[in-house]
Structure formats: structure tokens, C-alpha cells
DNA sequence: TTCATTATGTATCGAGTGCTACAGATAGTC
DNA sequence: GACTATCTGTAGCACTCGATACATAATGAA
């Protein structure tokens, strides 16, 4: 009934997702976007509606891929323990990783003065972030119950600490980072938690 | 010899500095810029270089004078421990004080993508939070032979577990803030670390 | 006063911004 | 082929960006 789309929707949303997690939402103008992602104008209006909405498209293609994979990590850990650990380790090799299009997570780098001006940003991101912690503590909580956790250990409390430090420790990366000391400085994190 | 500045730099600067604390460097326009200073174009560029140098300027006299005091809570509170905790109620304070230009402390709001590109600014921020954490170490390791920390406490290991800590407090509260959960979690933070 | 020096206001630069109008191309339906 | 519907390339919109050119105004030393 009507003409077809020339370009693979995914591929070019995964394209564009690289490059705005690389250089973030005012790094990355209309330009580099279409020149990266190879299509003109017209497709990217029509398909994505704006440079905002594609910004959060591209954050949810991010969540779906990446931050997917990081919760599938925590999830198919032993324990909740090491869970977080496996966590932890698999931000490193993400920094490690030269391949990683940027050294700050792109739900971490969303974080700016600019989310607060966006709600439905804001809010997507507040709901990834409860929803990641709320896996956390279920899983803890079944841990606890197993005998896994020690008693006087309360995962309500514990998760919120072990989120905010996770997000200090992407950000902290962009100055400096330093894979050994990284690790020294999270098992001294962890042991102090009792993970 | 020659004409003077018909404009008080201080109270420009400061302006300035309140501006870029609130919208961040690429959040703020030169427009913006010079309608909040009061000044032209002439004025700005013969005094300040560029608007990247300016905005070097108005970090490190935020650091003169917010972080300045920041640091001296810490530093005149009768223990580390309780310098510490001091620290993060004046984070608390200034999260609750509507006079407060942004609901992110400067510093850790300079930490974004754009720094990796400018070496100037992220030495001068490493420089700053190791700096800081240097105090910390040092009077720790004070109260550490006055027997006011466990011997096993190691300050070279927990500070900059502290540091990056309220790195990401400072990137929470952008997306949600509440006091009370952000007592309770840095409550369960400082006690797992025996400060 | 003369003069060099610096400050300021105005106008504007060229480049880049996100976005849109519009004509033409491509598809399925009749 | 005619018709309708969607897609795409091109050009350009109105605007903002940071930065600059230049004439003019103020200052103090000679």
C-alpha cells in the first residue's frame, strides 16, 4: 500500500545509541547523528519524532542491550553476593573494554542538569534505576531467607548504597581511572556492606 | 594610563559562577551569561579569555568559596569520623536550601563527558578531589594514632570510597531526592565503613 | 593638552543548531 | 495505468552559537 523503509530500524537506532552513549545528548548534534547512523532528514523525523524522543529511544535500545546483559549478570549469579561482585566486574571489563564507545555507562551519563528539564526522561530513568534496585533486594531478601545473607543484613537499605556508589564510581572514571585501584576500592566498599 | 573596569569582577564572576552551577556549560549560552553579569561582549572577552576559560574560572571560584567551606566543616570537626559525617549534612543542607543554584554540587556536576575533552579543566578537577581526599587521609591517619579510629581502619583505602560515594549521591538527587532515605543510606554506608 | 592605553557598545561574522517544506521516488491496491 | 500512501533527498528555514572588528569613550602619564 505504501512505500518501504529503506534502512534497518535497529541497526541505525543501535548506530545512534553508540553514538550519543559516546558523546552524550549536547555532544551529539542532528548532523553527526544522520551522518552516523546514514540516512537523511525525512527518515529520521519520520521514523524518531524529534533529537529528544531519540535520545530516548536510544537510552531504552541501550537498557534493552547493555543494561540488559548487567542485570542478567546479577540475576544468574550463586548469590546475591556474588551477584553484585559480577556486577562490579563487569563495569571494569566495560571500562577496560576499548571497544566501549564511551567510558561512562549511558544510563549513568543521562544523569545531567539537562534530565531535570525532560520528565519523561527523568522519570524513565528513575524507573530503571527502582526497578534494577528492587531485583536487588528481592534477591538478597531470598538470599536472606537461605541462610546466604546474615540476619541483621537489610537489602532495602544496602541496594540504594550499592546503586548511588555505582553511579559515583562511572563518574569518577571519566577523571581517572585506574583498574587496580578500582578493585581496592570496591572491596573495601563491598566487605564494609557485608557483601 | 588607561581607562578602568566600570564592572566589579568579584561580583561578575560570582554571577557567573551561580549560572554555570545552575545550567552546566553547555546548558548556559553566552547571551545568558553576560545578561545575568550585567556586562557586553567587549567587557567579557577582554577579561575573561573564552567561555571555556570562563568557565574554568568561575569553577575554581566556586571551589574558593562553597567547596572552600566544604572542606572546612570537614576539617573542624572534632574527629575525622564526625568531619565525615559533617560533610554529607552540609550535602544534605545545601540539597535543601532553596537559595541553592542547582540541586548538583558544581564539582561533580563539571564531571561529564565534555571534560575528556578539555585536559585543563579535568586536571584541575583531579588535582581538587585528590587534594581533598589527601586531607581526609591525613586527619584520619591522626585519628587513627590517637586512637580514635580501629587499628584495621586504612584511610588511603576508605577515602576515596568516601569520594565516590557522594559522587553519585550528588547524581541521585538530580533524578529523586528524599532527606530521609538519603540519611538512612549514608547512615548504612558510613556505619559498614566504622566511621 | 597630547598621547598612549585600556574599556565598552554596537554591529556583525561565519558556522552550526534543530527542524520543516516540498518535490520526487517507491510501494501496494484497484 | 490510476490512485493513494508512505518514504527519501534536497534545499533551506529561522534561529542561536561563540567570537570578533571597529569606532568611541574614559583614564592617567607626559
Redesign the pocket.
Known sequence: ???????DYDTTLDRATRLFWKSGYAG?????LLKEMG?????????LK???RAYLECLKHYNETVARKRSKVFLEAPTAALGVRALFKNMLESLDNPDTPSVICMMAGSLTHEVLDEAELREYIEGQISTLQDKMIARMNADKRDGLLAAGFEPQLVVPVVSTYMQGLWRMALVSYDRSRFEQQIEVFLTGLGL
Chains 1, 2 share one sequence.
Request: charged share 30%; no cysteine.
Open positions: 500500500m505504501a512505500r518501504t523503509l529503506e534502512f551529539t548534534s542532528l548532523r553527526d540516512i537523511g532528514e525525512s527518515s529520521f523525523y519520520n521514523t524529534s533529537k529528544k
